[in-house]
């Protein structure tokens, strides 16, 4: 019986030992400063894009002045570094119109206001969403006539073309477009009076006027490669078109793209059955908010360049969102007014119209 009891006892020894043992081993409920932290949420995509930082210093990825391409958003355009900083830049929807005014004596009127001015597209009234005036640096194509009939006229042209140059806004950028019955960029893109004074001098005159075609190439040149918003052509002739593969409403036409380029242009016509030639180069001018100039004399060119720089550097820039999408396309016809107390009848000179979307998918395709 003892060893029974003995046996027993140790057996119960044992199931305690074993208990014990277990519970050591099992973990406790943690206290509520052991708490896990719950999973961070998950970072929702931002809808704005984020601005990208400069690199540090030593880093030779991105310099300043270098072009930062960052994925494309929706209503977006790509980012760009300017200096130490970089800018995002929005697509917006905004139409920029540069306009003179001047009075009924045709002097400049150049202290207007932003309430001053009414604006019309297609005769609807749009809202004036940015104004100023200021004289902004400008893209201009110096386009003149190198046919056989201008053999005489080119020292007197150049130097009027030269003189222009030095009246404009020293920001300005400047391209040399010669032409015969083919046309040649002389010179490219440039502030450098002494690189444009060669490209106007590479004179090889002879064959015919193929002015429309020459008009045209030139504003594709400026669309595609102008690092300025605003542009400019001036054209010198002497003669009528004669070997254009383009109409002169086809060239009209293409003029007229959105921020397409205002066209000055010099007719040293002088003989009066040039009717056709005079009436192209007012439509041209007309059409995209110039001027045409038919001067009597060789020595009126210089005094007309002149003119032309003082009219660029006295412009207002206005800019509106049209009621009608630009995604929608179509030619839409423009006219701005203006009133204000003190100036009697003013007239408002800018292009007549434009198709609208023809910028940016120009632009997109081309480069």
């Given amino acids: 019986m003892k060893e029974l009891f003995a046996r027993a006892g140790l057996l119960a020894c044992t199931l305690l030992c074993t208990t014990v043992l277990l519970a050591q081993n099992v973990p406790s409920p943690p206290s509520e400063q052991q708490q896990p932290s719950p999973p961070p949420a998950q970072a929702q995509p931002s809808q704005e894009p984020q601005q990208q930082q400069p690199p540090p210093a030593g880093d030779s990825r991105n310099q300043p002045g270098d072009t930062v391409q960052v994925p494309a958003q929706q209503g977006t355009e790509p980012s760009r570094q300017e200096g130490d900083v970089f800018v995002f830049r929005k697509e917006v929807e905004e139409v920029q119109l540069h306009a003179t005014v001047v009075d009924d004596r045709h002097r400049l009127v150049t202290d207007l206001a932003r309430n001053d001015f009414a604006v019309f597209e297609n005769g609807s009234p749009q809202k004036i969403t940015s104004f100023r005036r200021e004289d902004i640096p400008v893209s201009i194509g110096i386009v003149i006539d190198n046919s056989g009939s201008m053999r005489d006229k080119r020292p007197a042209v150049n130097q009027a073309a030269i003189n222009l140059v030095k009246a404009s806004n020293p920001n300005d950028e400047v391209f040399i477009v010669n032409f015969n019955d083919e046309y040649y960029l002389d010179q490219d893109f ?67 793209d959105e921020n397409g380029p205002t066209v000055y242009t010099i007719g040293i016509l002088g003989d009066e059955h040039q009717k056709r030639a005079r009436r192209a180069l007012q439509a041209i001018a007309d059409r995209t908010g110039g001027v045409a100039f038919f001067p009597k004399d060789l020595r009126e060119v210089d005094a007309i360049s002149r003119e032309v720089a003082h009219d660029i550097r006295n412009q207002y820039t206005i800019g509106y969102k049209p009621d009608v999408a630009k995604t929608e396309g179509g030619y839409r016809t423009v006219k701005v007014e203006a009133k204000a107390p003190g100036h009697g009848k003013l007239f408002v000179r800018t292009r007549t119209g434009y198709y609208a979307g023809q910028e940016r998918a120009s632009s997109q395709g081309g480069k």
């Fill in 190 to 256: 440039t502030a450098d009076v002494k690189k444009l004074q060669e490209g106007l001098e590479k004179i090889d005159s002879r064959g015919g006027t193929a002015l429309y075609d020459a008009v045209v190439a030139s504003a594709d040149h400026l669309k595609k490669n102008s690092r300025l918003d605003k542009r400019v052509i001036l054209v010198v002739t002497d003669g009528e078109d004669n070997a254009s593969r383009e109409s002169l409403e086809q060239s009209i036409r293409r003029l007229e």
